[in-house]
């Protein structure tokens, strides 16, 4: 066996780690524009499967932006931070657009006790307004998402996509089937006093009431992660939901003067 | 049959990595629900293993046998990045299913195995030929695993609903929920060894 010096070892392993740092850098900055248009648009199918429109990948960007109007940023008090207009593609307030939000990050910050963001898209299909709210919670094995379409109302599901990140095949992973998400659809996540509930996904679930549906037998811990996480995303809506609603009935009872419109602006404030 | 042919025909059958070389096991379990992520598994552990053999029957000679296993891991880790991010930016749904797995392919046994045990001390052509036929090899049972699980387990092959079309749901027959965990490929992999090794007197111990 040949000998090699100290000297050499250490300018082998220097020059080899130098060569492949170059390689995987160029890499990586060549396929970065490639691997966050991917991310992007499957956000963007997520988003438009929740009601009810299914796209190719490739189209998705464009069939987002025929189908959702505005994305809103909401504070959890109900305060608007943000809106961006989705035909513009302009901010129309506030810095951050709903879209670029990292809901995990926000979901940190609540929890520290700083103030936290979070997207609400609106859409309008068939002519008709409606709302999609996304969340992100824990399975089993890793982190669940959903989308959440809302009717006008803010309260009834028009429709839901789930995704998970590592649960079990066919049994926790069955939560992004049609079989499970089905249910959803025609529930209500509001109580009669308008609070919001949720929707529990529990065993033996009956089908007719407002706020539960069937879990997935064998994926327990899934299914509890799915109720939880819609329970605490949900909840951080409370307040824009009810004031919402509120501007809605004031709307409905009341023929609206720009009068009006200011005062309710500034109890919204 | 050629010496180099031979280097790609024993890891498929006599010298099986996961068979044999009982090498591999732990991604072998999971990435297999599945047919898809089974097959992307295997085409890049195959290019992995194909590709640092080669790298390092090159550099064999100036490699310094004290930080050799440092150096391998070096060219293993900077192929397997590599994959990682054409698969992320042109197989973003593969990518998606495999996860982790993909960066697992580091510690995978068979790679770093087959780097000390033949590219450091064979020519470039045998190492990349020996490095294809350990990957196929591995390969191999990864899709016969990944077309059991996804078949019994799933009703489904490669995404297609099979089960569903031959009308088998309306005359009682239900997915085997079992087929899918983890324990039944390694039983499956069990089954498998059992049948080569009766086939096979090499392979039996005395």
């Known amino acids: ?269 | 049959m050629s010496k180099n042919t031979k280097l790609i025909t024993n890891p498929l059958g006599k010298n099986n990595p996961i068979t044999v070389q009982v090498l591999g096991i732990c991604s072998c379990l999971a990435v297999t629900a599945q047919l898809k992520p089974a097959f992307v598994m295997a085409l890049s552990v195959t290019v992995v293993v194909a590709l640092s053999n080669l790298i390092i029957s090159f550099l064999r000679n100036t490699i310094p046998p004290r930080i050799r296993i440092i150096v391998q891991l070096v060219v293993v880790s900077a192929l397997v990045i590599l994959v990682n991010q054409v698969l992320q930016a042109f197989v973003y749904d593969v990518s998606k299913q495999l996860s982790v797995y993909v960066g697992l392919i580091i510690t995978n046994c068979i790679v770093m195995g087959r780097l000390e045990a033949f590219a450091m001390s064979n020519k470039p052509w045998a190492s990349l030929c020996d490095g294809i036929g350990n990957g196929l090899g591995y390969g191999i049972i990864l899709i016969i695993l990944g077309f059991v699980r996804e078949l019994f387990g799933s009703g489904t092959l490669w995404g297609y609903p099979i089960m569903e079309k031959l009308g088998l749901y309306n005359i009682g027959y239900e997915n085997n929920g079992l087929v899918i965990m983890a324990p039944m490929a390694l039983i499956l992999v069990g089954i498998i060894i059992w049948i080569q090794r009766s086939s096979n007197k090499e392979l039996q111990e005395k």
Do not use: C
């Not at chain 1, 068939?126 to 109302?153: M, S």
């Open chain 1, 1 to 269: 066996m040949k000998n090699f010096n100290n000297k050499y070892i250490f300018l082998y392993a220097t020059a080899l780690v130098a060569v492949v740092a170059v390689l995987l850098s160029v890499v990586a900055t060549l396929l970065k524009p490639q691997q966050q248009n991917n991310i992007k648009n499957e956000k963007m199918q997520t988003l438009l499967a929740a009601i009810n429109v299914s796209v190719d990948r490739d189209d998705a960007a464009q069939a987002y932006s025929q189908y959702f109007t505005t994305e809103l940023t909401v504070g959890t008090n109900g305060e608007v931070l943000s809106v961006y207009d989705v035909p513009q593609q302009t901010l129309t307030q506030g810095e951050t657009r709903a879209f670029d939000i990292k809901l995990k990050e926000q979901q940190v910050r609540e929890r520290e006790g700083k103030q936290g963001a979070f997207p609400l898209y609106v859409f309008e299909k068939d002519g008709r307004k409606g709302y999609v709210i996304p969340t992100q919670g824990n399975g089993l094995w890793g982190a669940v998402f959903a989308n959440i379409a809302l009717d006008a109302d803010l309260n009834t599901i028009i429709g839901v996509t789930f995704d998970h990140e590592s649960e079990t095949p066919g049994l926790g992973a069955e939560i992004t089937t049609e079989k499970f998400q089905q249910p959803f659809i025609g529930k209500q996540i509001l109580d009669e006093q308008g609070n919001v509930v949720s929707i529990a996904v529990k065993k033996h679930a009956d089908a007719n009431a407002l706020h539960e549906v069937d879990a997935i037998s064998g994926g327990t811990m899934t299914s509890n992660g799915v109720s939880e996480m819609l329970a605490a995303d949900l909840a951080r809506y409370q307040a824009y939901i009810a004031q919402a609603r509120n501007a809605e009935t004031q709307q409905a009872s009341k023929p609206t003067t720009s009068n009006q419109e200011s005062e309710k602006e500034a109890s919204n404030e």
